[in-house]
């Protein structure tokens, strides 16, 4: 069968080689060579010639990526870290790029970080969580001819990865942070998803940001909050409220989402959630801590299982499969994936703003 479905393949493609690329046979073959997953292109030269061809018809794609990991292909690194460079937050971007990485390409890669979309290869190293990332990003700190968003960008992979956190605190007091990207490090580290880190990010900075008093829940219930600021409050990144969570299918599909949330919780439960998130976690959105074999970690939540792997979506909303038999530990968190500490990024009347905004959000009626 196989042999038969290569035969159609090489034949299909000969038309597109020859013309201009018909959008249906291009889709024909791709379906083919799905089925043809794992085969030995060096023993079938008329195939690894019409995978190629179909390389350079799908470059630029998710189907590029799959074809590229289903055939094991190793002459594919500058297409990978091109497309990691165009989706860096999709699952497939970041699939791209943990091939780079797993196929050592250290100079490629190095090259993409500093080139003008220095900042996109950093964003999409730190989304694979890989340890390998480290020594490729760590040097960009004191590279003074990098431009300060790829820097940026670096500081934030780096907190993907709980070896890379704790290596950027200990550059903290040995001043090998640039000044003006201490405020990025802090903001990363102090919502990092190891407990060790947060605490240790929370007294090196401390002395930085005074930790605000807020009143008991029954006070902030009585206070009167302005729905359009708070709206407007979910929004900003320092506060981070729509980097993990969807309303009307605006933001990133990771925690639960909240359209109807002022249906199902009252003013009280939604100051508690947003102050005390540990006190009481959503069934479903437990936190999950993986470690692979090879030292590559990840901090998310399960979304599915089979026999064979575990899902895992991490907070940008990036999906990424684990083959069991890699796993070296899998470990459920007593935390919530809603880091602790969020209403500290705003004033108490911000803090009562964003509660009135999220109570407006009912189900239609």
């Known amino acids: 069968m196989k042999a038969l479905v290569a035969l159609a393949l090489i034949c299909g493609t000969a038309v597109l080689h020859a013309q201009s690329i018909d959008p249906e046979k291009l889709k024909t073959a791709v379906e083919a060579l799905e089925r043809l997953k794992g ?25 590029y990526v799959q074809i590229v990991k289903d055939f094991n292909l190793k002459d594919q690194t500058h297409g990978l870290i091109e497309f990691a460079q165009l989706q860096p937050s999709s699952s497939q971007g970041v699939e791209a790029m943990r091939m780079v990485l797993e196929a050592d390409a250290k100079d490629a890669i190095t090259a993409a970080l500093k080139s003008s979309k220095g900042a996109a290869t ?112 979910f929004k900003k990144q320092e506060v981070g409220c729509a980097n993990c969570h969807q309303v009307n299918s605006v933001g990133v599909d990771f925690g639960p989402k909240l359209s109807e949330i002022g249906t199902k919780l009252g003013k009280d439960a939604l100051y508690q959630s947003i102050i005390d998130p540990n006190n009481g976690i959503a069934f479903g959105y437990e936190a999950w801590e993986l470690e692979t074999k090879d030292g590559d970690e990840a901090f998310g939540l399960i979304v599915s299982e089979t026999a064979d792997e575990v899902t895992l979506k991490i907070q940008s909303g990036i999906t990424t499969n684990y083959r069991k038999a890699d796993l070296k530990k899998r470990e459920k968190k007593e935390q919530s994936i809603m880091p602790a500490g969020l209403e500290q990024t705003m004033s108490v009347q911000e803090l009562a703003d964003l509660v009135e905004y999220l109570s407006t959000l009912k189900k239609a009626t």
Do not use: C, Y
């Open 39 to 63: 085969t030995d292109l060096d023993s079938n030269p008329k195939l690894k010639s019409s995978v190629g061809r179909i390389l350079q018809a799908t470059k630029g794609t998710p189907q």
């Open 122 to 233: 950093a964003e999409a190293l730190g989304n694979t969580g890989s340890r390998k990332m480290l020594p490729l990003l760590q040097p960009l700190l004191a590279d003074t001819g990098l431009e300060k968003e790829t820097k940026a960008a670096a500081i934030k992979a780096l907190t993907r990865n709980e070896e890379g956190a704790k290596w950027l605190l200990d550059q903290v007091p040995a001043k090998g942070i640039p000044e003006d990207l201490l405020p990025v490090a802090k903001t990363e580290l102090t919502a990092a998803s190891w407990s060790e880190v947060k605490d240790r990010a929370a007294k090196l900075f401390q002395t930085q940001t005074e930790e605000r008093k807020f009143p008991p829940v029954a006070e902030l219930m009585a206070m009167k909050g302005d729905p359009k600021r708070g709206a407007e409050i």
